[in-house]
């Protein structure tokens, strides 16, 4: 790997702002001796003048299949679906070492072009603890969806396409305007509330207005037990932010949705930590991705 170049593509999924180096970071590795390309992208949140200014190189959008292959290409989410051999060294979240769908066709074409894979989930410290991981406003944007999918249903309406907020203030306002100025009455359940991911879901619901005690908040010593959980059930958003790395009893199951009923309090289930084609998903009561554009998907309830 050349230790003094980058390359940054752009990012090709559908409504994705977020970029795996920012303008300050990117004038951060040029000071110390890396020179940073970075691909013209209309789509990302910020600007290309941005990164010229700090003294990066523009390139033409998603020219990175052209670029050397001695320079690391990092990007934040998975490529294209392709199966165009992969010859460059490529930094992201791959999301193909847990046996996700499709995970061994992504491996191949890195086999196949003699490519090497870094994935940011797997990158840790000398603890072992994880550098690039969900985090914060991971939570804090997934419950705010959650929220807003509960005020469309509680109308028989469907939540529709999620755009941008212009700030974190006025993503709040706008999911407390759905519930005529505050969320008081919510009962809200997140499990991984100590992670990053989680405290963010548990900030959200405080500042949409919900009590304090009824916001659930779980973790190891809660869920060590197993599940199904009842509790699951007894609230109207369940959030899950856990980190999943082995197989663990599902949280709820179908099984357990059609016994409870109509005494089911449950109406949302937000899964920030999106293990849906892993074979070890806790939550297996739905197989499909869901999209901006289409932000829910519904569950058979029996």
């Not at 995970?103 to 072992?128: A, H, I, M, Q």
Request: hydrophobic fraction near 35%; charged fraction near 25%; proline fraction near 5%.
């Amino acid at each position: 790997m050349s230790s003094r170049s980058l390359w940054l593509r752009c990012e090709t999924k559908e409504f994705e702002r977020r970029s795996a180096l920012t303008p300050t970071t990117s004038k951060t590795l040029i000071d110390a001796g890396f020179k940073i390309f970075v691909e013209r992208d209309e789509q990302r949140i910020f600007d290309d003048a941005e990164y010229e200014a700090v003294g990066c190189t523009l390139v033409d959008n998603n020219s990175w299949p052209r670029a050397p292959t001695n320079i690391p290409i990092i990007g934040l989410k998975e490529l294209e679906e392709s199966t165009e051999p992969l010859p460059h060294t490529h930094i992201q979240f791959a999301h193909c070492y847990k046996q996700q769908a499709g995970w061994s066709k992504v491996l191949s074409r890195f086999y196949r072009g003699n490519g090497t894979l870094y994935d940011l989930e797997f990158l840790t410290d000398p603890t072992g603890r994880r550098v690039a991981a969900f985090g914060y406003h991971a939570g804090f944007a997934g419950a705010a969806a959650g929220a807003l999918a509960l005020a469309a249903e509680r109308k028989n309406e469907k939540l529709g396409l999620l755009t941008p907020f212009a700030n974190e203030d006025d993503m709040v306002r706008t999911v407390r305007d759905r519930f005529g100025g505050s969320g008081k009455g919510i009962k809200a359940l997140v499990i991984g509330a100590l992670g990053r991911c989680g405290r963010g879901a548990v900030d959200l619901f405080r500042k949409i207005g919900l009590d304090e005690d009824d916001i659930l908040k779980w973790d190891l010593e809660e869920t060590k037990k197993g599940g199904p959980f009842q509790e699951i059930l007894d609230v109207d958003i369940f959030v899950n932010c856990i980190y999943l790395t082995s197989k663990i009893p599902s949280f709820v199951n179908h099984e357990t949705i059609r016994v409870a009923g109509e005494k089911r309090r449950l109406s949302v289930v937000v899964d920030v930590s999106c293990d849906t084609t892993n074979p070890n998903n806790p939550i297996p009561i739905y197989n499909i991705n869901t999209t901006f554009s289409q932000p829910t998907v519904p569950v058979e309830v029996g």
